[in-house]
């Protein structure tokens, strides 16, 4: 969706879709457009409350019946486990997805990491499809006048023009773009914090290739998963940028992320979206 500036002011029922990198401020700029009226879509915890509810419960349940004590528990129903997912925290969902390597330092076989990957995908996929229904959903039903999407981090490695396309289509797509500084923070942070995350399949393939031989290791379970997460991710920065810039051009708009850290009110928020729009 294009518009103009005035346009932007005039348009009663805004609908904006945030979309970038993790970690460069999108679900901050969500919680304070929450507290200003705005119905805050948040694709992750659509993924993580819907549709992998169920598999990310029953990751748990393995693990707990593991243990004999919880086991007896379960068995009998005198305890339940219940996924707890918020716009803040998204650790059930990250533990779900794992990490690959070595089961003994917590890691997952190829086959099972894979399988978890696909499933991500298609809940992503089904997330994003389900953002019309929301602004539909978000008038009729729950009466906020504006809606905001606050996509993946992953948004980029879906390769669904057709559904890329539908969101544009009803919202204004706004891309905070890191710069070289913005960069370097975001690599050192998950240098120093490694989380799971959706790799391409086609990437993952490329880049598990390359680790082994870098390290010299001929099977997965030799794998470290702590360190293939610290390597790989300076691999899926760089390889995400030109993607995420690819849509920006062709169906929205860019902001710095530095300009998107200085939002404090809603007021601030329309200054920079009125920038990027002229």
């Known amino acids: 969706m294009r518009l103009s500036p005035t346009e932007f002011d005039r348009w009663p029922n805004k609908r904006v879709t945030l979309l970038g990198m993790s970690g460069v401020g999108k679900t901050r ?3 304070i457009l929450r507290n200003n009226n705005w119905f805050h879509y948040s694709v992750d915890y659509r993924i993580g409350t819907h549709y992998l509810d169920e598999a990310i419960l029953d990751n748990v349940k393995t693990q707990a019946m593991q243990v004999p004590f919880l086991r007896t ?3 009998s129903d005198s305890i339940y486990i219940s996924n707890n997912v918020t716009f803040e925290n998204l650790d059930p969902l990250s533990t779900f997805l794992g990490k690959l390597g070595n089961p003994d330092l917590g890691g997952l076989p190829l086959e099972e990491f894979q399988r978890r990957q696909a499933l991500h995908l298609e809940a992503e996929l089904n997330a994003m499809r389900d953002v ?7 008038d009729k039903i729950y009466g906020y006048p504006h809606f905001l999407n606050d996509v993946s981090g992953s948004m980029c490695e879906l390769d ?21 500084a913005d960069e370097k923070f975001l690599i050192d942070r998950a240098q120093n ?6 790799y391409r399949e086609a990437f993952l393939t490329e880049h598990l290739a390359k680790y082994k031989k870098e ?5 997965v379970a030799d794998i470290d998963p702590d360190d293939f997460m610290r390597w790989v991710f300076p691999h899926l920065f760089y390889a995400r940028l ?9 169906y929205g708009y860019s ?8 939002v404090e009110t809603l007021d601030d928020f329309n200054d920079l979206i009125r920038t990027a729009l002229k």
Do not use: C, G, W
Request: no cysteine; aromatic share 10%; hydrophobic share 45%.
């Open 242 to 250: 030109p993607r995420y810039q690819a849509i920006a051009k062709q």
């Open 29 to 31: 700029l969500a919680s």
């Open 193 to 198: 914090s490694p989380k799971p995350l959706y």
């Open 73 to 75: 528990l379960l068995m």
């Open 132 to 138: 019309e229904a929301f602004i539909d959903k978000v």
């Open 255 to 262: 902001v710095p992320a530095r300009d998107a850290y200085q």
């Open 160 to 180: 669904d023009s057709a559904l890329i396309n539908a969101v544009a289509e009803n919202t204004v797509m706004i891309y905070i773009e890191a710069n070289a």
């Open 215 to 219: 390290k010299s290791l001929s099977y």
